[in-house]
């Protein structure tokens, strides 16, 4: 536990003195993504926990790549703090996800701040923030269980809009060869205006 809490703080420190903020926001368009390729942390199926003291800020554990990827900021070279290796969250396509539309709260993590794990560096902990009511949205899985994947625990997550446009965008880039993302489930109707 105290290991999280420094991660956590180390986190926001790092992000605070690169006057970064670590609230994000879910609402991007097209024209607001960058692709490009360096090291970078792969939040896609991270399972989060809160942070305690930081309400609204979550612990993700997600994992370390390099290559190409998109965000709504530029790549940037990883960045050595005193609390470790600092790089950020930033998109890579994805094969497959359900589609939800409850109450569920699940982690925004896009460019946010990440810290690679001194022990294991294919791993790093991100600081995502908890998104809700934000309808409907993706779990990205390869297997869709009606009773399981849109109710258990608070995941890595995007918007159906959202990840269908920044999909579109980096998989337009010619960067990574194209391929169908599969919906797993039948999305639910869209809510009435």
């Known amino acids: 536990m105290l290991k999280l809490w420094f991660c956590a703080l180390a986190l926001a420190f790092a992000a605070a003195t690169m006057g970064e903020s670590l609230a994000a926001t879910t609402a991007t368009n097209a024209t607001n993504f960058t692709a490009c390729k360096s090291t970078y942390a792969l939040c896609t199926t991270a399972a989060c926990t809160p942070i305690a003291g930081q309400k609204g800020n979550l612990n993700c554990p997600c994992s370390v790549h390099t290559g190409y990827s998109a965000g709504t900021k530029a790549c940037q070279p990883i960045k050595h703090t005193a609390a470790g290796e600092l790089i950020y969250s930033r998109y890579y396509p994805v094969k497959a996800y359900a589609v939800c539309s409850n109450d569920r709260p699940w982690a925004w993590c896009l460019d946010v701040p990440c810290l690679i794990d001194k022990s294991d560096p294919s791993k790093a902990?991100?600081?995502?923030?908890v998104a809700k009511n934000q309808n409907p949205y993706v779990i990205v899985t390869s297997h869709y269980n009606p009773k399981t994947?849109?109710?258990t625990g608070?995941?890595?997550s995007a918007t159906v809009s959202g990840i269908t446009q920044i999909s579109n965008f980096i998989q337009s880039k010619h960067l990574i060869p194209p391929f169908t993302i599969k919906v797993l489930n039948t999305p639910p109707p869209s809510p009435a205006p």
Do not use: D, E
């Open 154 to 156: 608070i995941i890595s």
């Open 125 to 129: 902990n991100c600081t995502c923030t």
């Open 149 to 151: 994947t849109c109710t």
